[in-house]
């Protein structure tokens, strides 16, 4: 069955849903994305992502056309217009249509899409194994705290550490890690203590990385928020990623090498039960 999407205040059919070829989030990637997870038909961490959205479209200068409020039953609705029990939403709101021009529109009429994918969040394949990550350079913009959809070069690193047989890329810059191609990097090193690179313009600002630290705080797991190496990765007990579409996900081979004894870590298999538990019981 053709999925429904929403389209600037329209419900229609997936192959009905058009855009503007003059749509600047098509010419310039003037545009801006969330996406939220969906279990038992309901939105979990939906407040974080809306706060995320909302300051991207403050640093972008974008406008919402809708309210709020008006945005959480655009979410609750296409969960039932599509009968969604489990799976993820995603949001993208860019500038509009305009003439191409390099100048912003001076009074743009925004574009505001969403759109479901159905699948399985929590039961992930690759959770018996953990991932596997190849190290390559972080050449992406310098505002990586805004999600905006200029999304190439990850899907570029994403490729290349396919090529190399990996699942994903850990990107570096500077001798530091920043993060994967589409989630945070974290790991614990050999005395049980986490450590993950601090917010900065460096790295998205990760709404599932602030809960798993608020959730290892409860747990007794000390942690650091600072820049750690690709070489401290690489002898590290453990490491993991987190997103909305992995929740914590465990890393178990970095550029070929085993991370620790090569299987999903302790620590992190606890950090995604408690993940989970505690996301469901406050899903909306």
Do not use: C
Request: no cysteine; charged share 25%.
């Amino acid at each position: 069955m053709s999925r429904i999407v929403y389209l600037n205040g329209e419900w229609l059919p997936e192959a009905e849903a058009k855009v503007s070829v003059f749509d600047r989030g098509f010419l310039f990637a003037d545009a801006i994305y969330e996406v939220t997870g969906v279990i038992d038909g309901k939105l979990l961490e939906y407040e974080g992502h809306a706060a995320r959205l909302k300051r991207s479209i403050t640093e972008l200068g974008l406008n919402l056309p809708i309210s709020a409020s008006e945005l959480l039953e655009v979410h609750r609705e296409i969960i039932r217009r599509n009968e969604l029990k489990e799976g993820l939403i995603y949001l993208q709101l860019s500038r509009g249509p305009a003439d191409r021009d390099f100048a912003f529109p001076k009074d743009p009429t925004p574009t505001l899409v969403l759109f479901t994918q159905a699948k399985s969040v929590i039961e992930n394949p690759k959770l018996a194994t953990g991932l596997s990550v190849a190290l390559l350079p972080d050449w992406r913009w310098e505002r990586r705290d805004i999600k905006t959809v200029q999304l190439l070069y990850p899907s570029m690193a994403k490729m290349q550490s396919m090529e190399k047989g990996a699942d994903d890329a850990w990107l570096v810059e500077d001798g530091f890690v920043t993060e994967a191609s589409s989630a945070t990097a974290h790991i614990i090193d050999k005395t049980g203590r986490l450590i993950t690179r601090p917010l900065s313009n460096a790295i998205l600002h990760g709404i599932t990385r602030a809960s798993v630290l608020d959730l290892a705080e409860k747990a007794g797991i000390p942690y650091d928020e600072r820049a750690f190496t690709p070489d401290e990765a690489m002898n590290a007990a453990e490491a993991f990623i987190t997103s909305a579409t992995n929740f914590v996900m465990p890393v178990t081979r970095i550029d070929g090498e085993p991370v620790g004894d090569g299987k999903p870590g302790t620590l992190t298999l606890k950090l995604r039960e408690l993940y989970i538990a505690d996301k469901i019981a406050s899903a909306i």
